[in-house]
């Protein structure tokens, strides 16, 4: 009987205490965006990098937009929204790494780094500008150009992982 008398009024305190405090929205995929963020734009991510990779602009930018389609209840739109992208690709760059004792890389590594310009219109103490950077290593014995398109995919999965944990999951 004690137990009962106990539980049923610990059950009402949590239900009135997560309805009236919430203001967060949370989801599975481990957002967190605020209720009053209706809204999210992405700019062309313009590529300054010395070496251009032409598809790459594009890419990151669709791909940016697709991750908050698919994962928030926010809404695209055309420019300024509560939630808004920017930003450059200011690094494509492949280095030899590896390096084996007649003097030759056993392993490359291709590094992209975009700068993100993160304007959170509902809470400005969000916002950011930084630069995320990724890269995949494959084997000095591969042509570079039969692995670029699936050394991209990997990277800028990793790059809008960082970004979207960036913007929406306040981590």
Known sequence: MSRKKFIIPLILVF???SQNSCKVSYSFTGA????????YSVQLFQNLASIVNPTLANYITEELKNRF???TRLTPVADFGDFAFSGQIVTYDVSPMAIQGDEIAAQNRLTIAVK?????????KQSFDKTFSQYAVFSSSQNFSQVEQALVQEIVEKL???????A????
Do not use: G, M, R
């Open 160 to 166: 809008i992982d960082d970004i979207f944990n960036a």
């Open 168 to 171: 929406a999951s306040n981590w």
């Open 15 to 17: 239900t009135l205490i």
């Open 32 to 39: 967190s965006i605020p209720l009053e963020a209706k809204t």
């Open 116 to 124: 993100v310009k993160f304007v959170n219109a509902i809470d400005p």
């Open 69 to 71: 389609l698919t994962q």
